[in-house]
C-alpha cells in the first residue's frame, strides 16, 4: 500500500509568509526530545496581517519569492512591518479607519480557532510479497459527530477518503492523513470559495471557537496555552480595508520544522527544517485590500430644458459641474462601488451616505423621490435591481441645518444589508464561486433637487456645493472609512441700469419702461417675480409663450433708480427686448444680446478631498493604479474624482464686459453680467399727430394771438394818447386866451378851471 508521509509546508496550506515573534528560533542540532511530541507541552499561535496588496504594488515585497514556514523571519519584519511604508509622510501610516499602523501592518482583524482533531500515531503490519512488515504514520482523529459539517463541507462527508484500517479501531472518529485534508479543502476552496468560506466560518462560530485578539498597530495576534492537536483557523471580522479574508487553513500545534531560508532576528541563518516540532507557530495569513469608490454627478433636468437626451446613461449630461436657472430643476447621481464580499466575515455592516445640498437648493420630496439601482458594470448598463424607499431596503430622513443647508441621509436597514452581502442574484458565472452577494457591484443613486427663487443662491464663481460622504464598515464595526465628494450648481444674474439722455430719473418714468427675456439657447421666454423688499428680480420659471413672459420695469435697488437686476439665469444667449420706454423717449433699435459663459477654472482645483481625514487611501498618490478587472485597489480610477471650480465670462451684443461681483455675496466673483441702456429724446415733427408735437403747437398758436392782441392794444393806446394831447394843448390855448382878456381878479380862477 502508498506510504504517507506528513507535509507541514504552510504554503500548501494557502497561507502566506512568516513574521515576527517575541521568541526565535535558532538553529541547532536534531535531539530526542524536539523530535517527537510532548503531548503535554502547550502551544501557542501568533498572527501577522500585512497588507500584502499595497506592499506587492509599492515594489516592496514579492511574495512568490517567499517560502512560509510556520516560523519568524527577522527579513520580513524589517520590509513589511517597518516604521515607515514607502511613499508615507509619517513614522505612522495613517488607515482609512482613522486608525494608525507601522508599515504595512493591518489592524483591527479577528481570527478564530477551533481544535478539530487529536494528533495520534497509528501502527499496523503489513505483508508485501510474503514478507511482513509494520506500516506507521502520523493521523488525525476527527470525531464522526462534531465534525460532520466541517467534512461535509471540503467534500469529506461520511468519512470519504479517511483511513479505514485506522477506523476500523475507533467508532468514534475518522481518521485521516494530512495530505488528504489538506488536499481536499484546496479543491473546495477552487471550486467554491465563497460557500466553503461561510460554512467553515459558521462551523467554527458555532462549535465553541475561540477568538484571538484583534491585530494591533504591528498586525500582531497572539494566543498561548493551546493544547496539541489539529486546529481549524477562520477570519471572522475585519476592518474595511479588507476586501477579502483568508482562506480557512488548518494548523497543527505543534508543526514539524520548515526551513525557508530565513534569518532569526541576529541574521543567522535558520537550518531546522524537518528536525525540531515547534510550539510556537508564526503565520502570516495573506489579505487582499482595497476601498470602494464614490463619484457625486449632476445635469439640469431635460423637462427644465437640461443639455441631455433625458436617458440612463451615466455620462449624459452628468458632470461635476452644471448651471441652471433658479427654478429648475436638477438630476443628481451618486455612484459607488461596493466592496468586494468573499465570506460572511467581509459582510458589509454599515453603507450610508450624507448628502448635504447647499441652502439655495431644496430637495424634492416625495416616498419614491430617491431610488437606488445596482449594476454588474462600472458603466451601470446591466442592471440586477431597482430599490424603492417604500421596499424597506434603506431610509431616507432629511433635516434643515442651522445655516440653511439641508441634509439627507441614506442608510441601509437590515434587510437591503442582507441582500447586499448574501444575495445569490449576483453571480451567474465562476465568480460566484469567489464573491458572494453584490460584491463589486456598482450602486447608483438617484434624486432631485430645486434651485430657490431667492436670494439664498449664490451667484458666480463660488457655485452651490453639494457634498457628499460615504461611511461603510465589515463585519468588525469598530473600523470604518469615509470617502467624500461633491458637485456645483451655478447661477448668475443681469443688471440693466436704465437711464434717459436728459438725466431725468422720475421713478415714474421708469414704471413705464418694460423688459422681457428669451433665453436663445433654450429656446424659452423668462418668467421672473420682484421681490419689491429687495429691489431685485429673480427667475420663477419659463416659458414658450411670448405672452407669458414676465415683462420687467426698473425699480430703484441700493439706492439707485433705474435697475433691472435679474438673478437665476445659467451660462446661455439670453436676448432681452425693450418693450415700452418712458413717454417722449425712443426705444431702442435692436434686441440686446447678452451671452454667459462659464469654463473650468484650472487655477482653482476642488480640494474636496482635502477635508476627507479617514478615506486616506481615496487621495493617496501611491494607489492611482490603471483600471483593470480584478475589483481590487489598482480598480480604483482615482482620477475620475477630481474637478475643477468654474469660472464664467460674459459678453452684450458681442462685446467683452467685466463681470460684476454679487454685492448681496462679495465672495463670488463674476456673477452678474452688466449693461446700460440709454433712451434719448424723440424729435418734435409738428401735425404728426403725436400729442406732444399737437400741445407744440397749440401752444405756439396762443403765443402768436396772445402777441398780436398786445401789438393792436399799443397800437390803439397810441392813437387815443395823441389825441388827448392835441385836444389838451387845443383846449389850453383857448384857456389862455380867456385869462388874457378877462380882468385881473378872475384869472386864478380860469387857470385853475
Partial sequence: MAKSKLISRIGALALAAALACTSLISASAATIDKATIDMDAKAQLSIYKYDFTNAKKDGVWDEDSYVSTGQYDAKVNEVLGGTTRTGANSASSALGNGQASNGYAIKGVEYTYLKIADITQFTESEKDGGRTDSHIEVLYAINKVKGADMLAAIGLADGKNSYENANALDANNWYYQSDVLSAALKAALEANSTTVKNSLEAYVKNNGGTAMPETNEDGYSNVTGLPVGLYLLVETRTPEMVTGTTNPCFVSLPMTTVDGGMADGSGNQITTGGQDWNYNVVLYPKNETGIVTLEKTVREAAKDTGINNASDVITDGFTHNATASAGDTVEYQIISTLPTITSAATNISAYTFQDVLARGLSYVGGTNSVTLEFFTDANCTNKVTTWKQSDGKFKVTREENNDGTHTMTISMTDDGLAEINTANTAYDNDNGKLYAGYSNYTLRIRYDAKLN???????????????????????????????????????YATNITKTFSDGKEEQTMFDNVLFKAQN????????????????IWYVTGHTDKEASATAMHPVE?????????????????????????????????????????????????????????????????????????????????????????????????????????????????????????????????????????????????????????????????????????????????????????????????????
Fill in 453 to 491: 427663487s431667492d436670494e439664498s443662491l449664490v451667484y458666480g464663481d463660488n457655485g452651490n456645493k453639494n457634498e457628499v460622504v460615504l461611511t461603510w464598515k465589515r463585519t468588525n464595526d469598530t473600523y470604518y472609512d469615509t470617502l467624500i465628494d461633491d458637485a456645483h450648481i451655478y447661477t
Fill in 520 to 535: 436663445a439657447s433654450d429656446g424659452y421666454y423668462v418668467i421672473a417675480q420682484l421681490n419689491e423688499d429687495e429691489g
Fill in 557 to 753: 435697488w441700493n439706492g439707485k433708480k433705474g435697475q433691472i437686476i435679474l438673478k437665476g439665469v445659467e451660462d446661455d444667449q439670453y436676448i432681452w427686448t425693450e418693450l415700452e420706454t418712458a413717454n417722449g423717449y425712443t426705444l431702442l433699435k435692436n434686441n440686446i444680446d447678452v451671452t454667459i459663459t462659464s469654463v473650468d477654472d484650472a487655477n482653482r482645483p476642488c480640494d474636496i478631498y482635502s477635508k476627507d481625514t479617514l478615506g486616506v487611501i481615496q487621495n493617496d498618490p501611491r494607489y492611482n493604479f490603471p483600471n483593470n478587472e480584478d475589483y481590487k485597489l489598482a480598480n480604483i480610477p482615482q482620477k475620475q474624482l477630481a474637478h475643477n471650480y468654474q469660472t464664467a465670462s460674459a459678453t452684450v451684443d458681442g462685446n467683452d464686459v467685466t463681470m460684476l461681483d454679487d454685492e448681496m455675496d462679495t465672495d463670488s466673483t463674476n456673477a452678474i453680467a452688466p449693461l446700460t441702456v440709454v433712451n434719448t429724446r424723440v424729435f418734435i415733427t409738428p401735425m404728426t399727430g403725436d400729442r406732444g408735437t399737437q400741445a407744440l403747437a397749440i401752444g405756439g398758436v396762443l403765443v402768436f394771438c396772445l402777441g398780436t392782441s398786445a401789438f393792436i392794444f399799443f397800437l390803439v393806446f397810441k392813437r387815443r394818447k395823441e389825441q388827448e394831447d392835441k385836444y389838451t394843448k387845443i383846449l389850453n390855448k383857448e384857456k389862455l386866451k380867456k385869462v388874457k382878456t378877462c380882468p385881473k381878479s378872475e384869472r386864478t380862477k380860469v387857470r385853475r378851471s
